[in-house]
């Protein structure tokens, strides 16, 4: 029979909550919710005290949380007062950045998920995409062909391709998590050839234009397979560059 954990190794005192974290836990779901929309204001900072019947200091601190996690912002001028964005880049990247850096999720399964990602935003992409979707798919390969020599550079643009990508897919949840997974990844890559020859590094980089080259035909093409089809050549060549 398996052995129970001890509680006293499972568990910890619970502490009193911090009274700024109290009112942050009241203002984040409302803003994950969709209650507070992007644009909505907050009540001012002085309102707010008397609301949660706390100090000033102490509200402030809560606002501060939500606007590190990128969930409001802070309007000047005579309005004034905390302006709602919602939910940002920043605040999915953030947690995510944190659970790779702490091996909770494994390299091998974030190109998992860049796979899965990427399929799933050329083949909505090949359907759906717009002319205007086109022209900025076009311009980001423009872009990286003329930086083929830059590491820095040409991998702006590759982050570029992908976010229009995704935004062709006219799917706002596939491409918010796109723009997430990709940084997480380029991040990956950069790391990996990093040291690369000037030689090596023009050649990598060809590569990957090739591989968003044929992607751009087949979603122009309105061809979910070929552009499934050249997804699953990109994969294999990110998989086989930082294994």
């Known amino acids: 029979m398996m052995e129970q954990p001890s509680s006293k190794a499972l568990f910890?005192?619970?502490?009193?909550?911090?009274?700024?974290?109290?009112?942050?836990?009241?203002?984040?779901?409302?803003?994950?919710?969709?209650?507070?929309?992007?644009?909505?204001?907050?009540p001012p900072e002085r309102e707010l005290a008397e609301m949660f019947q706390?100090?000033?200091?102490?509200?402030?601190?809560?606002?501060?949380?939500?606007?590190q996690e990128g969930l409001i912002e802070t309007a000047v001028?005579?309005?004034?007062?905390?302006?709602?964005?919602?939910?940002?880049?920043?605040?999915v990247e953030e947690p995510l950045k944190n659970l790779v850096a702490m091996g909770a999720i494994n390299l091998d399964e974030?190109?998992?998920?860049?796979?899965?990602?990427?399929?799933?935003?050329?083949?909505?992409?090949?359907?759906?995409?717009?002319?205007?979707?086109?022209?900025?798919?076009?311009q980001t390969l423009e872009g990286a062909k003329a930086n083929l020599d830059s590491l820095f550079s040409f991998q702006e643009y590759d982050v570029a391709f992908h976010s229009a990508l995704a935004k062709a897919s006219h799917n706002t949840l596939a491409s918010l998590?796109?723009?997430?997974?990709?940084?997480l990844n380029t991040d990956v890559f950069v790391e990996t050839i990093r040291d690369y020859t000037p030689e090596q590094l023009r050649?990598?980089?060809?590569?990957?234009?090739?591989?968003?080259?044929?992607?751009?035909?087949?979603?122009?093409?309105?061809?979910p397979d070929g552009?499934?089809?050249?997804?699953?050549?990109?994969v294999r060549l990110f998989q086989d560059t930082v294994h």
């Open 54 to 67: 706390r100090s000033r200091p102490v509200v402030r601190e809560a606002l501060r949380m939500l606007q």
């Open 110 to 138: 974030l190109l998992e998920y860049r796979h899965i990602n990427d399929r799933s935003c050329a083949r909505l992409a090949a359907i759906h995409h717009t002319e205007e979707d086109a022209e900025a798919l076009r």
């Open 227 to 234: 552009a499934d089809r050249a997804v699953a050549a990109m």
């Open 203 to 223: 050649e990598i980089n060809l590569r990957i234009y090739n591989t968003h080259y044929a992607i751009m035909e087949a979603v122009l093409a309105h061809d």
């Open 177 to 183: 998590i796109n723009d997430v997974i990709v940084r």
């Open 77 to 91: 001028g005579s309005s004034g007062g905390a302006v709602i964005r919602g939910v940002s880049l920043k605040s």
């Open 12 to 42: 910890t005192p619970a502490k009193t909550q911090r009274a700024s974290e109290a009112i942050y836990n009241q203002i984040y779901p409302k803003i994950i919710s969709g209650e507070l929309r992007p644009g909505d204001r907050l």
